[in-house]
């Protein structure tokens, strides 16, 4: 019994690592407010996926941080998001949409892929396989679990320097 339990324990490791977590089942997101994560803001530029990436975070407007993305591979772009940081019902809440180059969006005209949150540190916030967390005043990490091409979930590491 032991052994399977271990078994169960290393295969939930290998598919998901300590930067990303999820609430537990009935579990709600924490009591947080946009000045909580304001030290999201800025222009951070990375690489990763063979390119280029870059990410605009503005300051908290409206209840919401918002954030575009971009992919840029050979010098043309793969993708783009668009999305945002908004406090609701007293917590935070990440939701963002997908476009192709051409902007033509990737999920349904009302569907966004949402992010709960799941926990608040000082330098780092959890939202359901998203992390961002401050390496210092000019550099940053952004953990989020992405389908690989054979369907298994696996955590991928943005790393981003403030420009």
Do not use: C
Not at 3 to 17: A, E, G, P, Q
């Amino acid at each position: 019994m032991k052994f399977i339990t271990l078994l169960l324990l290393l295969s939930t490791l290998t598919t998901y690592s300590q930067n990303t977590i999820k609430l537990i089942e009935g579990e709600k997101s924490p009591k947080a407010k946009l000045s909580d994560v304001k030290w999201i803001s800025g222009h951070w530029k990375g690489h990763a996926f063979g390119g280029t990436t870059e990410e605009i975070w503005s300051p908290p407007l409206g209840d919401s941080l918002m954030f575009v993305f971009k992919l840029v591979v050979n010098d043309k772009v793969l993708f783009y998001e668009i999305g945002h940081i908004q406090e609701k019902e007293g917590t935070l809440i990440l939701q963002l949409k997908h476009f192709a180059s051409d902007l033509k969006g990737w999920e349904a005209k009302e569907e966004t892929v949402d992010f709960k949150l799941v926990k608040l540190e000082e330098n780092k916030v959890f939202f359901e396989d998203f992390t961002v967390e401050k390496i210092g005043e000019n550099e940053i990490n952004i953990y989020v679990v992405i389908k690989d091409e054979h369907g298994t979930n696996k955590e991928e590491r943005f790393n981003y320097k403030r420009q």
